[in-house]
């Protein structure tokens, strides 16, 4: 596709003898929200770090915008990282300038931009305090200009929403939305599978270094079927353990969502669970991207 | 491969942060400060602790030494009837600080004054007794024999030597023990200079990478160009702090002659006065040559280059100060070395084993300086050692940057040598 902005093909990394990303290839493409997911050590991280020109890859080749990645491909991409930080003695705006700059935008540019997006966040007030003296929540913002002030074309956030307040985080889904209809590309790297479904229209799912699942997330979820069941119950949820023929996730005590098996019959569940507690709530819907996860985890194991 | 224009705003933000912070001003004061007071300390407690007045009995056979000792201080000697024995239970008891026995026979030449003291003698106190006896004994010896004048000036005549060094052009530069000490300092200043420079580029880097925004960073610019672009700055800012030092010390020097007359008495109504006053005040620092100036500022930087490429490996390594130390010990054992060395080096600058010595990269920066301010070394000696300085920093430059790279990525767990290796062979 002409379209594609970011493109992994037949990468590969190691450290040492352990494949942190083994044989992935996919693309991304222009305008889309691309959600990369998976556990904790699946290789999100390090498939961020070969894009952004951090690490480089042991064989195979990532290009951005048709570009092999490189000093150019890095001044076009904005980059969240996980783990934030900033200089903690330098002032918001000199630090912002000195970012920017690093991207290659020119004093006034940059002046200008992060005056923007300053005001737009209510920031602009701290133009002057050192990094260090704001609050957590406040640093957050000041960083999140810093990865937007340069106006890049494609942005990567790596789980962008960990350690965000909900006042924050909704401010945060709102900007990545209007980037998105700005016609910006957002890549973003998450193990937390339920923010995936508010935000995504295309999704990579990887495991142990290797890539899974990839394509769109609404037709994946539809080639699944409705084959799930989301259930509000009030009284004892053990009987749950005793159902056969399903899958239980994402279960609390007045909450279940079943995945139904080879020969389960779901109005056969219902008349079951009906038995033991007052069903409050029962729905055929499409499975959970975690549900999807999982399924395709073990469907891999099983090959 | 180096963007330029990314390579010089780090370099600027490297050194303009720094220059405007605290530290940067406080240490700029502070370290003449503290270097005046390690120099002058010593003589200030010495004559503070003189204040006590010390009082030594003198029991005297021969009936002439110890007048004579009396006469030339009446309150550090006092006669005493007393015989040695009730002088001994005196000291026993604390009563009295020490006493001083004189034989007869040590006019004659024979025998030896006993000073008894209950161990609270010092250095000062024997040796300045040993002197006041000797002296004493002699002259009254002398005065026996009726020994003219012109003996005695003789005896007690300084004879005076003086040394000069004979450069290959054949200039004559005097006072070579002056540049010796000068050596010293240099080479102590550099040391400082390295030692606090490379821990200002280590925990730099130890903060950008605790802080996390080296991800941010390196996801602009090469690990290489950051790295390169600190250092770089960081150089700069030793350099000013230098120049501030040397203009400092320039002023005093020149403001000093016109306030030691002042302190003379010497009104301004006496310019010529003023004039001879500052004379001497110039006088007494010998010339220090453009070569000395040269190579003091040549080898700082190549030092401090081939150090702070050591010290931002170890930086990147680990995530706190206290984990850096294992690592930093054959970087400061490296330091160390030269300073040992130091004396033999300055004693004997043109021998081979200083020779050798001042030519190792690493000893270098420490020991060049030393002999290059107390003789003209041979410029091929100058070239090599500069040439193989630039090429160890290279190398050390090119390891450095490797684990640099690797380092300021790994979180949460202190590196060993072994994982700095495989680091380094990473592709």
Not at chain 2, 106 to 132: E, N, P, Q, W
Not at chain 2, 243 to 249: D, L, R, S
Request: aromatic share 10%; hydrophobic share 45%; charged share 20%.
């Amino acid at each position: 596709m002409s379209d594609s902005i970011v493109r992994f093909d037949g990468v590969t990394k190691k450290f040492g003898d352990f494949r942190a990303v083994d044989d992935v290839s996919f693309e991304v493409r222009q305008g889309r929200i691309f959600g990369l997911l998976g556990p904790n050590g699946a290789g999100k991280t390090t498939s961020i770090r070969m894009l952004t020109y951090i690490l480089k890859p042991d064989s195979g080749s990532i290009t951005v915008f048709g570009i092999p990645v490189g000093p150019e491909t890095q001044a076009r991409l904005g980059y969240l990282p996980e783990e934030r930080g900033l200089y903690k003695k330098m002032k918001v705006g000199e630090q912002l300038i000195y970012l920017a700059r690093l991207r290659g935008l020119s004093r006034q540019d940059a002046r200008k931009r992060i005056r923007y997006w300053l005001e737009r966040f209510g920031a602009y007030d701290w133009i002057g305090q050192e990094v260090g003296e704001l609050s957590k929540g406040m640093q957050q913002k000041i960083q999140f200009v810093a990865t937007i002030s340069h106006d890049p074309d494609c942005l990567i956030f790596d789980e962008p929403f960990s350690g965000l307040d909900p006042i924050n985080s909704e401010m945060l889904k709102d900007v990545i939305l209007e980037l998105r209809d700005a016609g910006k590309t957002i890549f973003f790297a998450t193990h937390r599978m339920e923010q995936v479904e508010q935000l995504c229209d295309d999704i990579a799912l990887f495991n142990k270094g290797q890539l899974i699942l990839n394509g769109d997330l609404n037709q994946i979820r539809s080639s699944y079927g409705q084959n799930s069941i989301r259930l509000r119950f009030t009284g004892d949820s053990r009987f749950l353990s005793e159902l056969k023929n399903v899958r239980v996730n994402n279960r609390s005590t007045n909450f279940a969502e079943l995945r139904l098996l080879e020969g389960a019959d779901d109005q056969a569940i219902l008349r079951e669970a009906q038995k033991y507690v007052r069903v409050q709530g029962f729905e055929l819907v499409q499975p959970s991207i975690q549900e999807i996860f999982i399924d395709s985890v073990s469907r891999e194991v099983g090959s | 491969m180096i963007h330029r224009e990314k390579l010089l705003l780090i370099i600027q933000r490297e050194y303009l942060t720094r220059l405007k912070s605290k530290i940067f001003v406080v240490s700029t004061i502070l370290a003449p400060v503290l270097m005046i007071l390690l120099l002058v300390l010593p003589a200030l407690i010495q004559t503070m602790s003189g204040d006590r007045v010390r009082q030594f009995l003198v029991y005297d056979e021969t009936g002439a030494v110890g007048q004579e000792l009396v006469a030339g201080d009446s309150v550090y000697y006092q006669l005493t009837d007393a015989d040695p024995d009730s002088l001994r239970q005196s000291l026993m008891r604390g009563e009295i600080e020490g006493y001083i026995v004189i034989p007869h026979e040590l006019l004659d030449g024979k025998g030896s004054a006993v000073f008894y003291h209950g161990g609270t003698a010092g250095m000062t106190v024997t040796s300045r007794i040993r002197t006041d006896i000797q002296r004493t004994v002699r002259d009254i010896r002398l005065d026996r024999l009726d020994t003219p004048a012109e003996v005695r000036h003789i005896l007690s005549d300084r004879v005076q030597t003086e040394n000069l060094t004979i450069t290959a052009e054949g200039e004559e530069a005097a006072d070579s023990d002056f540049y010796m000490v000068l050596g010293f300092i240099m080479g102590f200043i550099i040391y400082g200079a390295m030692f606090g420079y490379g821990a200002v580029i280590m925990r730099s880097v130890m903060e950008e990478k605790t802080s996390r925004i080296v991800e941010v960073i390196a996801s602009s610019v090469r690990p290489f160009e950051l790295l390169m672009g600190k250092v770089i700055g960081v150089a700069m800012l030793g350099l000013t702090q230098f120049i501030i030092w040397a203009v400092a010390g320039a002023v005093l020097m020149a403001a000093a002659g016109p306030v030691i007359a002042l302190f003379l008495g010497a009104g301004p109504e006496t310019a010529e006065a003023a004039d001879a006053a500052a004379e001497v005040a110039a006088f007494s620092i010998p010339p220090i040559g453009p070569m000395i100036w040269i190579s003091f500022v040549l080898f700082f930087l190549l030092g401090f280059l081939i150090y702070s490429s050591l010290f931002a490996a170890v930086g990147s390594a680990v995530d706190q100060e206290s984990d850096s130390q294992q690592l930093q010990l054959p970087i400061i054992m490296l330091i160390i070395i030269p300073l040992m060395f130091l004396f033999p080096v300055s004693d004997d600058p043109a021998s081979t084993l200083s020779v050798t010595l001042s030519m190792v990269p690493f000893f270098a920066p420490i020991l060049m300086p030393v002999r290059m301010a107390v003789l003209q070394i041979p410029i091929w000696q100058f070239g090599a050692t500069v040439l193989l300085m630039i090429l160890t920093f290279v190398l050390l430059m090119w390891m450095s940057a490797r684990i640099y790279r690797t380092g300021i990525l790994m979180y949460g767990k202190k590196a060993s040598f072994r994982e700095l290796w495989r680091w380094m062979r990473e592709n």
